[in-house]
């Protein structure tokens, strides 16, 4: 155990606990990312499948085995890869996964067959309805908290505000209702809090005002 996460061992399982994000490397050299809160089970060794239970978001980038299908189990649904790389995210409503490269299987538990994702295709679980659904030429920032990328195309502002305050676990509110709707391209790569902010001021020429958990935009105009 150490301060990023608790690790215990019973009958050769291991698990993670992620309290912040962490990177996990397996033992056929396939790397886990864990967001916060997510927790990852594994064997110390494989053996004829590669089995991940996973709670939480991680993303994965698997090394290619034709032999032994990589199997990422979630309470609620099974992907199966042979090699590639991709985000799964189990939320309290519904499960995503979004892939990078490869190809993947998605398949909720009970079913008898799953739907096949390729690059930039985003599959979507809703566990209420048991609808599955598939989305093609995604431009989706499921994995920025992994790249610390975030791209925003034609966005309008408000929703651009919620996604940040997402990533950033900050507050963002808007005063000026009019400007909610103005819709930009933005992209922030690697930028801390303050730095969004500040890029936010600087486009929008909005005046920034410090609440208790982030901050407040007033005026501004529509670029």
């Known amino acids: 155990m150490n301060q990023y996460f ?8 291991i698990l993670v606990e992620a309290s912040e ?67 799964v995210h189990d939320k309290s409503d519904e499960i995503s996964v979004l892939v990078r490269t490869g190809k993947v299987n998605m398949r909720p538990k009970g079913f008898d067959n799953g739907i096949d994702l390729v ?21 989706s920032n499921d994995d920025a908290w992994k790249s610390g990328r975030l791209e925003f195309d034609n966005q309008t502002v408000l929703n651009i505000s919620k996604a940040l305050s997402e ?25 801390s809090f303050d730095e969004v902010i500040e890029m936010l001021k600087i486009t929008f020429e909005f005046e920034v005002e410090k609440s208790a958990n982030g901050v407040i935009l007033k005026n501004g105009i529509c670029p």
Do not use: M
């Open 6 to 13: 608790n690790q215990s061992t019973a009958e050769n399982w």
């Open 21 to 87: 994000r962490k990177e996990v490397q397996l033992s056929d050299d396939s790397k886990v990312w864990l967001n916060k809160g997510a927790t990852l089970e594994y064997t110390v060794e494989f053996g004829d499948k590669r089995l991940v239970k996973l709670t939480g978001e991680g993303f994965f980038d698997v090394t290619k085995n034709k032999e032994k299908p990589f199997v990422v189990e979630t309470p609620n649904l099974e992907v199966t890869v042979l090699g590639t790389s991709f985000n």
């Open 119 to 139: 690059k930039n295709q985003k599959g979507i679980f809703k566990k209420e309805s048991d609808d599955l659904d598939r989305i093609s030429d995604v431009k």
């Open 167 to 191: 990533h950033y676990e900050q507050t963002i509110s808007i005063e000026n209702e009019a400007i909610k709707s103005c819709k930009h391209t933005i992209t922030f790569n690697q930028k």
